[in-house]
């Protein structure tokens, strides 16, 4: 049997393939829907459709406000004003193969 850390990187590495097939597959559906003209499909698995994803461009009175915001958050930490809480956390990263 495998002990715990082979299996969790054995099971991270699994993800990262499916995630990356899954990926692919989304853009098949996606090209395939709209080959079709389609905005949505009900399979045996589930209902597939199209969603549209806004994706906001500001202007740059906006983008100043931001860069000055993480400016300002960037100071607060190094001078202290900022406080933070510590929890553990688990990193894993995978051996180069």
């Keep these: 049997m495998e002990n715990l850390y082979e299996k969790f990187g054995t099971i991270d590495?699994?993800?990262?393939?499916?995630?990356?097939?899954?990926?692919?597959?989304k853009?098949?559906?996606?090209?395939?829907?709209?080959?079709?003209?389609?905005?949505n499909i009900d399979t045996a698995v589930g209902k597939?459709?199209?969603a549209q994803l806004k994706t906001w461009t500001?202007?740059?009175?906006?983008t100043q406000l931001e860069e000055d915001f993480k400016a300002q958050k960037?100071?607060?930490?190094?001078t202290g004003?900022?406080?933070f809480e510590e929890k553990p956390s688990l990193r894993f990263t995978q051996l180069k193969l």
């Design 74 to 78: 960037a100071t607060e930490q190094s």
């Design 81 to 83: 004003d900022a406080t």
């Design 58 to 62: 500001y202007s740059p009175v906006v």
């Design 48 to 50: 597939f459709a199209v």
């Design 13 to 25: 590495a699994q993800i990262k393939v499916l995630t990356s097939e899954k990926d692919e597959l």
């Design 27 to 39: 853009g098949k559906i996606l090209e395939d829907l709209a080959k079709q003209e389609l905005t």
